[in-house]
Structure formats: structure tokens, C-alpha cells
């Protein structure tokens, strides 16, 4: 049975999300900014969390850890590639491992750029992937730690996940990122009534995230960064995808 998931807005403009499984009670945590609100989603759903699932090491992503861990018992899991920088673990993994919440099996992958360490969770049955700062909705995390190769190499990995999967994003960024987006790409049609879509959704107070990955491959231009019509609208015809992504990725960075 899929996992049923919530949003749980934190901070000023962050997200964390419960997973939880029916069959068993188990429930996970994708990163902790504030333990607070966290606290009392689960209390509201009469949820226990057994599951802290870390994505990276920046602070308004493990700021809450230690106190939800403290006040739940749950199980803390991270990269080991950052088991030095983060909450202690009672479980660090890397690439390829598998993490199981109950009944539910998800998957570790590797996506360093924003930062070295960064995972990311996919949980295929529930068509769920969690996935921090690297894949955003409509745009992609700064490359603050690993290179523009790497982070093209990471979301070009997260954009095989199958279409239909969900993706679960660490922040409320959508509005700006559609303003930028709209910059390189303006023709776009299904990029346009995104924008608008976003704007409604925002105006109503709503998250604007999670959001399908297929929706994401035909708007957001850092996964379209080999995309013909996009390299033509930055006049890089000929240039290599990793190049392009640069390309817009640093034009993010001075947007």
C-alpha cells in the first residue's frame, strides 16, 4: 500500500513531509527544520514518528532533529558521506541502499551539488521522491558545494525516475523560480499557465509542491537544459546539455 503523505510548512518558507504507513503505523520525517510544527502535524493525525530521513546538512534542514528525535524515539538516517556534519545517525547510507518506513521500501540516491553529501529518497510503489535542495519545483538548489557537472549529473538522474513520480521539494520557492523561468523560456505555453497556476495557488495560500515530475520535464528549464528549443532560445544550438544547465544556473544565481 502507498504511503500516505503530508506537507508540513516550517520557518519562513520550508517544508517537511510525513510519511506514514497505513498498515503499520510506521512513520518518517523528511528533514526537520523546527521540531514545533512537525510535533504537532503528527499529534493532529495521531501519528508517531519512527523515521528521520535527512537529506543534507544545511541547518534549516536538521535544525529540529535532535528535539523530534529526542521526543519520538525515531530512528535518524543520513548520508554517510555527511555523518560528520550531521545529527548523530542511527543509520547512514549511501547510493543504492534501501530504507524501509513499514511496509514501504524507498531507495537512496546520490545527488551531490548543492551540496557533496545530498540524497535524495524515492519510494517507487508510492510514486514518491524526496528530494531536498537538488530538484526544486521549476528550479534546482545552488551548486554551493559540488560542481555544475555534478548537480547536471544529479538532476539528470532524478529526471529517470519514472513521470508520474511526485516530487517533494524543500522549500516554497515556485513563484520566483516561474519568474525566472519565464525569462529563459517565454514561449513556453505550459511553462505560462504553470506560472499562473502557481501564482493562484500562492494567492490561496496553498503549497505549491509536490508537483509530478512530468510537469516538471516540460517546464522547469534545469531539467531542459538538452532540450533543442531551449538551447536555441539561449543561442547555444551546439552546446553540450551540462554547459546550457550552467549557463542557467548562473544566470539563476544573478536573477
Known amino acids: ?25 510506521a512513520t518518517a520525517v523528511i528533514d526537520v527544520p523546527d521540531a514545533p510544527p512537525i510535533l504537532n502535524a503528527l499529534r493532529e493525525r495521531g501519528w508517531r514518528a519512527s523515521h528521520i530521513l535527512i537529506t543534507h546538512h544545511h541547518d534549516d534542514h536538521i535544525a529540529g ?6 521526543a519520538t524515539g525515531a530512528r535518524v538516517i543520513g548520508a554517510a558521506a555527511d555523518a560528520h556534519r550531521l545529527p548523530r545517525l542511527d ?25 557533496t553529501g545530498h540524497v535524495a529518497y524515492h519510494f517507487a510503489e508510492s ?10 519545483a521549476l528550479g534546482c538548489g545552488r551548486v554551493f558545494e559540488g560542481t555544475m557537472a555534478q548537480m547536471w549529473e544529479s538532476l539528470t538522474r ?36 504553470r506560472a499562473e497556476e ?9 503549497p505549491t509542491v509536490p508537483v509530478p515530475l512530468s ?5 522547469n528549464p534545469f531539467l531542459r537544459a ?11 544550438g551546439e552546446a553540450d546539455p551540462a554547459e546550457v544547465f550552467a549557463e542557467i544556473r548562473r544566470r539563476k544565481d544573478r536573477f
Open 1 to 25: 500500500m502507498p504511503l500516505t503523505i503530508a506537507t508540513v510548512p516550517c520557518l519562513a518558507d520550508n517544508y517537511a513531509y510525513l510519511a506514514h504507513d497505513v498498515a503499520t503505523g
Open 65 to 70: 532533529v535532535r528535539a523530534l528525535a529526542a
Open 91 to 115: 543509520e547512514a547510507v549511501a547510493e543504492g541502499d534501501l530504507v524501509r518506513i513499514g511496509l514501504a521500501e524507498g531507495r537512496v540516491i546520490a545527488v551531490p551539488g548543492h551540496t
Open 127 to 136: 510514486r514518491a521522491a524526496f528530494t531536498g535542495d537538488s530538484l526544486m
Open 158 to 193: 532524478l529526471a529517470a525516475l519514472p513521470p508520474e513520480t511526485l516530487i517533494h521539494s524543500g522549500h516554497e520557492y515556485s513563484q520566483s523560480n516561474a519568474r525566472f523561468a519565464l525569462t529563459i523560456e517565454p514561449d513556453n505555453a505550459a511553462l505560462r499557465r
Open 198 to 206: 502557481i501564482a493562484a495557488l500562492r494567492e490561496a495560500g496553498r
Open 215 to 219: 510537469l516538471e520535464l516540460a517546464t
Open 226 to 236: 538538452g532540450r533543442p528549443e531551449l538551447r536555441q532560445a539561449l543561442g547555444m
